[in-house]
Nanobody
């Protein structure tokens, strides 16, 4: 079955950096668009970043633009999220997600576009 396993979360001071990884199995990774979402306590799960299967088109939430970078390595079945200049408000559980659809534009940001989800990795930013 499909599995997405996130890692790389932790506790970091404001202004610091983390690199999240998500390893996928049970699917043909190169044919899936991949996304990162996050959920803070008491909040909805919000879009952070996404990358298409082919061509590497990326999309970011406004809060992530300029600070976070999504990338993928199809040879390793892995998608990454580099988090730089972290802020207190970035504290959340970060989830990766996979979509078999040929997403583009705004559809890359919809939770409903993604069929498979990981269990999440906690990112805590301290002052």
């Amino acid at each position: 079955q499909v599995q997405l396993v996130e890692s790389g979360g932790g506790v970091v001071q404001a202004g610091g950096s983390l690199r999240l990884s998500c390893v996928a199995s049970g699917l043909t990774f190169s044919t899936y668009a991949m996304g990162w979402f996050r959920q803070a306590p008491g909040q909805e799960r919000d879009f952070v970043a996404a990358i298409r299967q082919i061509g590497g088109e990326t999309r970011y939430a406004g809060s992530a633009s300029g600070r976070f970078t999504i990338s993928r390595d199809n040879a390793k079945n892995t998608v990454y999220l580099q988090l730089n200049n972290l802020k207190l408000e970035d504290t959340a559980v970060y989830y990766c997600a996979a979509s078999p659809g040929r997403l583009g534009g705004a559809t890359m940001t919809y939770r409903s576009s993604y069929s498979f989800w990981g269990q999440g990795t906690q990112v805590t930013v301290s002052s």
